[in-house]
């Protein structure tokens, strides 16, 4: 049976009409902050549901969000999305998390949740999908309907108009200056696509080359990695692409992974072909993913600041205008051998 707005006010000692003012955010001056946050408390423990169709007929805010995310995610988007909607619950907002297959018109699907309300959109990385040829247009389109009606929006990643995005350069550069420091000139960054921040960043070590060279001399070129769904997956991903990049470039001393599952999947191989990792050649990734953090070698890497993240993009996610917001992750570089022991 609904919870209903007299329940609610018999457990907080309130009037229905003042219950009402606080759960549907009007104006009301007649209650403390604090007051209010414990209504709201009540509500949510009782199990109260809102009934958007009223709202949206008489015009009232909804507060709610949807979170688009495009197909399988890293464990660390995956947990930053559920950072944000903590956070969103927390300011009184209910959540839509919305996923947008790869190859699907989008357009329909934010415009079916613009019409149950939903005011403000977080869009984690390229939901517009289709080919590179017309990804443009479709991301011009998405956010003309948005603009039309209205709606607020974020972007998390690099973004022509509002973006929270993370800021790589830091890392890469203290991990490639690391590398040369140690004796490992030679290095191979692994990386998905053309033109990508990490790419970015790694360029400006070296700004005496131009970006063609930077990735024939020191990339590794991967495909698309978003298929993979479990940690084991990527781990044999990271076996096989290590093995394919010694045999075309042996004198390599220096790996930059994908991430730190696939620093281990490197780590598995280099130990299966007599080499030392951390010592024959050094290793880093991306996330501090605990698994590479305790394997026994050291693999350097980048710990990214979810909860600025977070933060930065419930709070964007309200506002409008040009937004362009870098956070840089925590930089963790290991000279010693790693050990839960």
Same mark, same amino acid.
Request: glycine letters at 8%; a neutral charge; one cysteine or more.
């Given at each position: 049976m609904a919870v209903t707005l007299r329940q609610i006010a018999d457990v907080a000692g309130?009037?229905?009409?003042?219950?009402?003012?606080?759960?549907?955010?009007?104006?009301?001056?007649?209650?403390s902050d604090a007051r209010k946050k414990e209504v709201i408390q009540i509500a949510r423990e009782l199990g109260y549901k809102q009934k958007f169709a009223d709202k949206i007929k008489r015009g009232d805010i909804t507060r709610t969000v949807a979170v688009l995310k495009r197909g399988n995610l890293t464990m660390e988007v995956n947990n930053l999305i559920m950072?944000?909607?903590?956070?969103?619950?927390?300011?009184?907002?209910?959540?839509?998390?919305?996923?947008?297959?790869?190859?699907?018109d989008i357009v329909p699907r934010v415009q079916d949740l613009i019409d149950r309300g939903v005011e403000r959109f977080v869009l984690m990385g390229a939901v517009w999908g289709g080919k590179d040829s017309d990804a443009g247009e479709r991301y011009r389109s998405l956010i003309a *309907? $948005?603009?039309?009606?209205?709606? @607020?929006?974020?972007? %998390?990643?690099? +973004?022509?108009?509002?973006?929270?995005m993370q800021d790589f350069a830091p890392a890469v550069q203290a991990t490639v200056k690391f590398f040369i420091e140690h004796g490992a000139a030679n290095i191979k960054m692994m990386l998905p696509d053309e033109g990508s921040n990490r790419e970015k960043a790694?360029?400006?070590?070296?700004?005496?080359?131009?970006?063609?060279?930077?990735?024939?001399?020191?990339?590794?070129?991967?495909?698309?990695i978003f298929s993979l769904e479990t940690i084991d997956d990527i781990v044999r991903a990271g076996y096989?692409?290590?093995?394919? *990049? $010694?045999?075309?470039?042996?004198? @390599?001393?220096?790996? %930059?992974?994908? +991430?730190?599952?696939?620093?281990?999947?490197?780590?598995?191989?280099?130990?299966?072909?007599?080499?030392?990792?951390?010592?024959?050649?050094?290793?880093?990734?991306?996330?501090?993913?605990?698994?590479?953090?305790?394997?026994?070698?050291?693999?350097?890497?980048?710990?990214?600041?979810?909860?600025?993240?977070?933060?930065?993009?419930?709070?964007?996610?309200?506002?409008?205008?040009?937004?362009?917001?870098?956070?840089?992750?925590?930089?963790?570089?290991?000279?010693?051998?790693?050990?839960?022991?």
């Amino acid at each position: 049976m609904a919870v209903t707005l007299r329940q609610i006010a018999d457990v907080a000692g309130l009037s229905i009409s003042a219950v009402s003012q606080i759960i549907n955010n009007r104006e009301c001056n007649f209650c403390s902050d604090a007051r209010k946050k414990e209504v709201i408390q009540i509500a949510r423990e009782l199990g109260y549901k809102q009934k958007f169709a009223d709202k949206i007929k008489r015009g009232d805010i909804t507060r709610t969000v949807a979170v688009l995310k495009r197909g399988n995610l890293t464990m660390e988007v995956n947990n930053l999305i559920m950072l944000m909607l903590n956070r969103f619950e927390q300011i009184g907002y209910s959540c839509y998390v919305v996923n947008c297959p790869p190859d699907s018109d989008i357009v329909p699907r934010v415009q079916d949740l613009i019409d149950r309300g939903v005011e403000r959109f977080v869009l984690m990385g390229a939901v517009w999908g289709g080919k590179d040829s017309d990804a443009g247009e479709r991301y011009r389109s998405l956010i003309a *309907l $948005l603009k039309k009606n209205r709606r @607020t929006y974020v972007d %998390y990643g690099d +973004s022509k108009y509002r973006g929270v995005m993370q800021d790589f350069a830091p890392a890469v550069q203290a991990t490639v200056k690391f590398f040369i420091e140690h004796g490992a000139a030679n290095i191979k960054m692994m990386l998905p696509d053309e033109g990508s921040n990490r790419e970015k960043a790694l360029c400006s070590c070296f700004p005496e080359l131009t970006a063609r060279e930077v990735r024939e001399k020191y990339i590794f070129p991967q495909k698309e990695i978003f298929s993979l769904e479990t940690i084991d997956d990527i781990v044999r991903a990271g076996y096989q692409e290590t093995g394919k *990049l $010694l045999a075309r470039y042996p004198e @390599t001393r220096a790996i %930059y992974f994908l +991430s730190d599952q696939f620093a281990l999947g490197g780590v598995h191989y280099l130990n299966d072909h007599g080499l030392i990792p951390g010592k024959d050649i050094l290793l880093a990734g991306f996330n501090d993913f605990p698994g590479a953090r305790y394997c026994g070698y050291p693999i350097s890497t980048a710990a990214h600041d979810l909860d600025a993240l977070a933060a930065a993009l419930v709070e964007e996610s309200g506002k409008s205008g040009e937004c362009h917001i870098k956070i840089a992750p925590k930089i963790i570089l290991r000279e010693k051998q790693m050990s839960l022991f």
